[in-house]
């Protein structure tokens, strides 16, 4: 990154506890390759301080993340570019899973595919109560492959049934029904501030080993799957349908599969 340009992911420490803001409202805050690089380097950095005790991921705008930057995909090659874009997701739900430290998610917006993932792997989500979540992949020819590894962990079966079949958007209640979020609050900031003083009370060592414990089940699974699932995934890109779904989300019109109601009706 050259000095002119700005980051798209800040980085502060404030009373012992470092903060990741994805900063990238014009697209989003969409999985970029600069996003990446950026948000692994802040991780990084909060592992490496010792006077951080934990990660607070937030963002600005109205949409935390929506999930992999899709016009730079297809302008990149959208075949040739899915195993690389595949391992950068494996990568970071696995650091945010692996940090010795706590990440607590600060949602109040939109949370769409990929940025679920994210989410998910985070030990804390707190959601303000206008904000929304999708798993959208279904839409565009794709399935949640290498994100289910944190998603599934948390949400309910019967909730993961409908959300990743339908790609429908729930609201910041139903979320923490169903176990995606740990907090739907009409404040998140406030609510996120009294779980760092209560965090502040634990030990480095404690927190860390306390993490271990909640982090093992779904890193054993990715120690199982992840590689197979990232080439599932980028076995799909390039597809006929996927190219279609994507085109089809970037000129803002149905795909050629999505069938209106009334037609598909009339059919049977």
């Known amino acids: 990154m050259t000095g002119t340009e700005t980051r798209v992911v800040d980085y502060a420490v404030e009373d012992g506890f470092a903060t990741l803001t ?16 950026e948000l692994l380097e802040g991780l990084d950095r909060a592992a490496a301080d010792p006077q951080v005790r934990g990660v607070v991921l937030t963002h600005t705008g109205a949409t935390f993340c929506a999930g992999a930057d899709l016009k730079e995909a297809v ?6 570019a899915s195993d690389i874009r595949t391992q950068w997701m ?26 679920m993932g994210l989410l998910a ?17 279904v839409r565009l020819g794709l399935a949640p492959f290498v994100i289910s590894l944190t998603l599934l962990p948390r ?19 139903t979320a923490e029904r169903v176990g995606l979020i740990t907090l739907a609050t009409s404040d998140p900031a406030a609510r ?17 080993e306390s993490k271990r414990l909640t982090t093992a089940p779904i890193l054993a699974e990715f120690d199982r799957s992840a590689d197979e699932l990232a080439t599932r995934s980028g076995s799909f890109f390039g597809t006929e349908e996927v190219i279609e779904g994507m ?16 037609e598909s009706s009339s059919a049977e």
Request: with cysteine; charged share 25%; glycine share 6%.
């Open 192 to 208: 996120v501030a009294e779980l760092l003083d209560e965090l502040r009370k634990g030990s480095p060592q404690g927190l860390a």
């Open 155 to 173: 949400m309910a079966p019967r909730a993961a049934d409908r959300y990743f079949l339908t790609g429908e958007k729930f609201d910041a209640d």
């Open 75 to 80: 302008d990149a090659d959208l075949a040739a």
């Open 121 to 137: 792997a985070c030990d804390i989500a707190v959601a303000g109560l206008s904000s929304s979540f999708a798993l959208t992949e």
């Open 247 to 262: 085109t089809a989300f970037l000129q803002r019109r149905p795909p050629r599969w999505a069938v209106p109601a009334a």
């Open 22 to 37: 994805l900063d990238s409202p014009h697209n989003r805050n969409a999985i970029s390759a600069r996003l990446v690089a």
């Open 90 to 115: 494996v990568r970071l739900l696995r650091t945010i899973l692996e940090l010795p430290k706590p990440v607590i998610a600060r949602v109040d917006g939109n949370v769409r595919a990929g940025g």
